[in-house]
């Protein structure tokens, strides 16, 4: 059983920043992805950021240059900086693993970020 605890979320105003952390536990194998979601009210769950175990990163254009996605391996944690937030930003953020090289999904269940003044 894979579980994945997704925390940092909140309320910040433009300009600001969070970062999210999620924490797996369970079954993860040693080969994985892990990867940050959001999904935007009215608008379809889009891929923000992922990162292999073996640190090779991957973004969406909107968050290069702003977001850093980071994991310890030690801890099964990724992590996602966020800086210079917009309130296009604001959406709930979803953690993924996907474990390889059988490919099984976990997702977490979502924390709310909000950006306004």
């Known amino acids: 059983q894979v579980q994945l605890v997704e925390s940092g979320g909140g309320l910040v105003q433009p300009g600001g920043s969070l970062k999210l952390s999620c924490a797996a536990s369970g079954s993860i194998g040693n080969v994985n992805v892990m990867a940050w979601h959001r999904q935007a009210p009215g608008k379809q769950r889009e891929l923000v950021a992922s990162i292999g175990s073996g640190g090779i990163t991957n973004y969406v254009d909107s968050a290069k240059g702003r977001f850093t996605i980071s994991r310890d391996n030690a801890k099964n944690t990724v992590y996602l900086q966020m800086n210079s937030l917009t309130p296009e930003d604001t959406a709930v953020y979803y953690c993924?693993?996907?474990?390889?090289?059988?490919?099984?999904?976990?997702w977490g269940q979502g924390t709310q970020v909000t950006v306004s003044s």
């Open positions: 993924k693993l996907v474990t390889l090289p059988i490919r099984r999904e976990y």
